[in-house]
Every structure is written in structure tokens, then in C-alpha cells.
């Protein structure tokens, strides 16, 4: 059974700094895009940032680009999310997503393009 696992969630100051994990359990995620995505309070789900399986593909919302660096280290079986210059709008419940397609499917922000989802992790982003 396919399952992700977010961790590093908490509460930080505007302009800190945290990183978010995403760990498969039972499974080798080396061989699927991995997505980022957050819900707000409120509000819609969204696409924060996505990797394919190399490593060498990755693509940030606008509202994050130059804040948030996507990574992966498929020998740990982690996708990482590093968020730096945080801001109070960050606050979000952060999810990690895998589609089923494996090596077929192509990086997208896309929540429709992803089958797997963690529980998420809760980051709050205030003074």
C-alpha cells in the first residue's frame, strides 16, 4: 500500500525557516514526481511545488518561487521541501501527493494529477 508520510511542521516567525519532509513507507518513491501542495484555512488546496523522478525537474508556484526549494534524496526515500523568508500567508496544512502513473506521469501542480496523499503537516507562520 502506497503511503506518504509529511514531517517538520510548526510554528515559526515571518522570515523564518523550515523544512518539510515527505518519507514513503513500504514503498521506493525514486520512481515517481512528488508533489507539494497546502491548504489554507478557507480556502482551496493548493500547488506549492512538484519534482520528477530525477531530481533535475522542478516547478514552484509563483507564490513561492525564490522563498521554497523542492528536493529529494532517493537513497533516504525523502522528498524535502525547504521554506525560507517564511510569511504569515504560508500558514497551511502541507501535504505531500504521488501519482499512480509512476514513470509515465509528468511533473504538474496539478492536484487532479496525483492518486497519493499523506495526512500533511501543519505550518503556522506567526509573531
Known amino acids: 500500500q502506497v503511503q506518504l508520510v509529511e514531517s517538520g511542521g510548526d510554528l515559526v516567525q515571518p522570515g523564518g525557516s523550515l523544512r518539510l519532509s515527505c518519507a514513503a513507507s513500504?514503498?521506493?518513491?525514486?520512481?515517481?514526481?512528488i508533489g507539494w501542495f497546502r491548504q489554507a484555512p478557507g480556502k482551496e488546496r493548493e500547488g506549492v511545488s512538484v519534482i520528477n523522478s530525477g531530481g533535475d525537474i522542478t516547478y514552484y508556484a509563483d507564490s513561492v518561487k525564490g522563498r521554497f526549494t523542492i528536493s529529494r534524496d532517493n537513497a533516504k526515500n525523502t522528498v524535502y521541501l525547504q521554506m525560507d523568508n517564511l510569511k504569515p500567508e504560508d500558514t497551511a496544512v502541507y501535504y505531500c501527493?504521488?501519482?499512480?502513473?509512476?514513470?509515465?506521469?509528468?511533473?504538474?501542480?496539478?492536484?487532479?494529477?496525483?492518486?497519493?496523499w499523506g495526512q500533511g503537516t501543519r505550518v503556522t507562520v506567526s509573531s
Open positions: 501527493a504521488a501519482p499512480s502513473a509512476g514513470l509515465a506521469a509528468t511533473p504538474s501542480l496539478k492536484e487532479s494529477s496525483f492518486d497519493y
Open positions: 513500504g514503498w521506493s518513491l525514486a520512481y515517481y514526481v
